[in-house]
Structure formats: C-alpha cells, structure tokens
C-alpha cells in the first residue's frame, strides 16, 4: 500500500488559510468517507483533528475543516495561528481492510 | 480523562525482539480496539496493525505479517506489541491508539516508545 500523496511543505501568515491535499486512488480515499487528519508537534505524539473527511472531534478548534473531491482529501486551516505551526497527516481507511497514512505536510507560519 | 501510557526507551541487537506496553485508563478498556503506528526516525506514519480489547482479533499490516503479534491483557487493561526479527530499519518511535475498529481514526494516542535497533 503506497502512502497517500501530501506537498511537503504550506506556509501562510496568521490570519491567513492554508489548505492541505491528501491524494490517494479508489481504493482508499475515493472508496470511503473514513479520511481523518493528525496534527502532530515536534516530539509529541499526533493528535486527531479531524475524522470521517469532515467532522471535528470536541475541543478541536472551528478554524481547521475537512473536505474531500473524488481522491483527494482536504485540511484547511483559517485564522491561522503560531500555534498551528506543526506537522499534518492525513489517514485512510483502505480495500485492504488496513489504513494508510499521507506523507506528512509540514505547516509554516511565517 | 482518556489517556495510553505506553512502556520506555529501548536497545534492541539485530534479530531481536521487542515487546512494547500501553496500558489504558479512563475508559472501558473492553469496548475499544488498539492500533499500533510506528515512525521511522524524521519519516511519516506507519499502520502496524489493530487488535480488539473485546475478543483479541487482530488484523495486521501485510508487511508485517509473520514478525508482529499483537496481545492484551484486561485485567490489567494493557495492549501490548511485540516485533521480532529485528532490523534497523524498524528502529522507530512506536505508538498505541485507541481505536474502535468500525470508526477508523486514532485517538488518543500514546506518548510514544524509541526503539533502536543497533549492533
């Protein structure tokens, strides 16, 4: 199973949005609406942001939505916030009955 | 509140094997699934496999098959994860999620365990 396809790198201003994409084929993101997103800090363990494309577990701040078009999946992140500064990922439930991860997306704020 | 706390640091000889705890609180330990995702040192995520707290199946990683068993014990509310064989490309942080097997995604997740596979 490949990794899902993630640019490397967004950057943006606070106070901006930036989107993240997350490609895969048919037989993982564009299969089934169970893509979920983690937002993982240097050293630290990656936490939930997103699940099911579009759903924001409780807690999870109203500034980052999911979305997804044929195999592509996206993260957007609004007002974005120093805080926000981190590395993204996103999952997918595959026809393997197994689950594959993006590349990563390392997230700026300039 | 929901929280993993996962087993320290270890230094593993090629060929060895590793067997990596996270122990669950906060929660029926029994209604939920664990997954077990690993990262290779700067790289992304890797999915090792799920095993259910309720009846202990488990369901791994092609690439995995044959050198990763996945167990728990509930009366002590631990999942726990073995890797034999070692090579130094498994040298990684590894880490337990919570994970119900019919919601596919991972949270929480557990403060992660190093593993360095070195001669």
């Known amino acids: 199973q490949s990794a899902l396809t993630q640019p490397a790198s967004v950057s943006g201003s606070p106070g901006q949005s930036i989107t993240i994409s997350c490609t895969g084929t048919s037989s993982d993101v564009g299969g089934y609406n169970y893509v979920s997103w983690y937002q993982q800090h240097p050293g630290k363990a990656p936490k939930l942001m997103i699940y099911d494309v579009s759903n924001r577990p409780s807690g999870v701040s109203n500034r980052f939505s999911g979305s997804k078009s044929g195999n592509t999946a996206s993260l957007t992140i609004s007002g974005l916030q120093a805080e926000d500064e981190a590395d993204y990922y996103c999952s997918s439930y595959t026809s393997s009955s197994s689950y594959v991860f993006g590349t990563g997306t390392k997230v700026t704020v300039l | 509140q929901v929280q993993l706390v996962q087993s320290g640091a270890e230094v593993k000889k090629p060929g060895a094997s590793v067997k990596v705890s996270c122990k669950a609180s906060?929660?029926?330990?029994?209604?939920?699934?664990i997954s077990w995702v690993r990262q290779a040192p700067g790289q992304g995520l890797e999915w090792m496999g799920w095993i259910s707290a309720y009846n202990g199946n488990t369901n791994y990683a092609q690439k995995l098959q044959g050198r990763v068993t996945m167990t728990t014990d509930t009366s002590t509310s631990t999942a726990y994860m073995e890797l034999r064989s070692l090579r130094s490309d498994d040298t990684a942080v590894y880490y337990c999620a919570r994970h119900e097997v019919l919601l596919h995604w991972f949270d929480p997740w557990g403060q992660g365990t190093l593993v360095t596979v070195s001669s």
């Open positions: 906060g929660y029926t330990f029994t209604s939920y699934g």
